[in-house]
């Protein structure tokens, strides 16, 4: 382990004050002209302006420098809402979306997530991990430094399982930061179709005891949607994951406003996600409930849909958090500068407001935001150099890659 002095930066980071921002402060940021990161250890141990760092760091030895050329450097993004762990993609579907069937007729039919339910099933371990590890490769070459990871094309215990064991290989084989979360509630299995409240009792009686015991995932996470799981099944699910330890997500009032938002702020959930139909009073709730909003425009953008309204939600004091929503069917995409750039453009997120979005609260988000998401003293040197001189790049340069280079624990990665 060695001391580096990343130097010669136009440094832009949220300062952690112990908890996700909102409201006015959802967009405040340090910005540090001729800045420098001292890390020790592959963690942060001091930055500001150059002469200050070095100052600091007087009498400390240390084993590198390294000019950073004056560009910009944030912090690692961090993504805390995919389904990346997949078996293979849905191009067919996407063309019949195009065309005009909507994403929930294809689920109702058959296909959709069900149809991701056959292939992770029929797929060897091997394979699982090969596909996940392509998507999570890509993420790391976007800027993602740490990543949340669903189950959710099991819908039985063993495959459930099965890809939870997967995205724990994913955090031990490489450098990104993994969080776990259990979504054996993402779709009625097919053979539970017309009895849903079985699929319900084996969720809560079976799948959720099993997965506690084995502690592979941290979060609980539900599709509460019309023809998927009603609040009241939501409910019940969550409050058995709860039961057995797991902190809880869920997927709320994405395309129907069924009052998931509603549901998240009465159970008190870290992040409710999606949003884009959810109602006022619910949204109102969730601020006064402290929930996170992740959202995630590229879904809307894939889904043709209206974003959700993240400017009103800012307004009324909900911390919000982005992220990509990676999956084959309603948003194959894995980087985070193409939703930092939606938000920007499509949901009136200022590049501050989105830089916050996208690194501190989306840590807050997993539980992580006491180790990342943040350039602050203690937490994992985790960040970004990016092709041009300010955050302004990740949505100006589009359809590209801004991110020239990425450290991890003070690592270069990619
Ligand atoms: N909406 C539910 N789940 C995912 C999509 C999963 C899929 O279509 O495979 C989402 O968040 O968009
Ligand atoms: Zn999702």
């Known amino acids: 382990m060695t001391t580096k002095l990343f130097r010669n930066a136009r440094i832009v980071t949220p300062q952690d004050p112990g908890a996700p921002l909102r409201g006015a402060d959802q967009g405040k940021v340090r910005e540090i002209e001729g800045g420098a990161l001292l890390c020790r250890h592959g963690l942060v141990d001091r930055v500001g302006e150059e002469a200050e760092v070095r100052e600091a760091a007087k009498g400390t030895e240390i084993h590198e420098e390294v000019d950073l050329g004056g560009r910009c450097v944030i912090p690692g993004f961090v993504d805390p809402h995919t389904h990346l762990c997949f078996a293979a993609r849905r191009e067919e579907e996407f063309r019949l979306r195009l065309e005009g069937t909507p994403y929930l007729e294809i689920l109702r039919r058959g296909g959709g997530i069900l149809s991701s339910v056959r292939s992770v099933r029929s797929a060897s371990d091997e394979e699982l991990f090969e596909t996940t590890l392509g998507n999570a490769m890509s993420a790391l070459e976007h800027g993602t430094t740490t990543v949340e990871v669903k189950s959710g094309y099991g819908l039985d215990t063993e495959t459930e399982l099965r890809m939870l064991r997967v995205i724990d290989r994913l955090r031990r084989e490489t450098p990104l930061d993994v969080a776990a979360t259990f979504m054996g509630g993402h779709a009625v299995a097919e053979d539970y179709r017309d009895r849903p409240d079985q699929f319900v009792d084996l969720l809560c009686g079976e799948m959720i005891p099993a997965v506690a015991e084995q502690g592979i995932a941290r979060f609980c996470d539900v599709f509460c949607e019309e023809g998927v799981f009603s609040v009241d099944q939501s409910r019940r699910i969550l409050l058995a994951a709860r039961a057995a330890g797991l902190e809880l997500k869920i997927h709320a009032d994405e395309v129907h406003d069924l009052g998931g938002a509603g549901l998240a702020a009465e159970l008190g ?58 999956n084959p069917g309603s948003c194959f995409c894995e980087s985070m500068p193409f939703v930092f750039g939606l938000g920007v453009m499509h949901m009136g997120f200022s590049l501050e407001e989105a830089l916050v979005a996208s690194t501190l609260n989306a840590a807050y988000a997993i539980g992580l935001g006491h180790r990342v998401g943040s350039l602050d003293p203690g937490k994992s040197a985790d960040f970004l150099v990016l092709d041009g001189s300010t955050p302004a790049i990740l949505a100006y340069h589009a359809g590209v890659n801004p991110v020239a280079e990425v450290y991890k624990r003070a690592e270069w990665v990619a």
């Open 269 to 326: 959930t870290v992040s409710a996600e999606h949003l884009l139909a959810a109602s006022e009073p619910n949204l109102e709730a969730m601020a006064e409930a402290g929930v996170i909003a992740a959202l995630l425009p590229a879904t809307a953008y894939s889904l043709r849909k209206p974003y959700a309204p993240g400017r009103r939600m800012v307004e009324l004091g909900v911390p919000v958090a982005l992220a990509t929503d990676c």
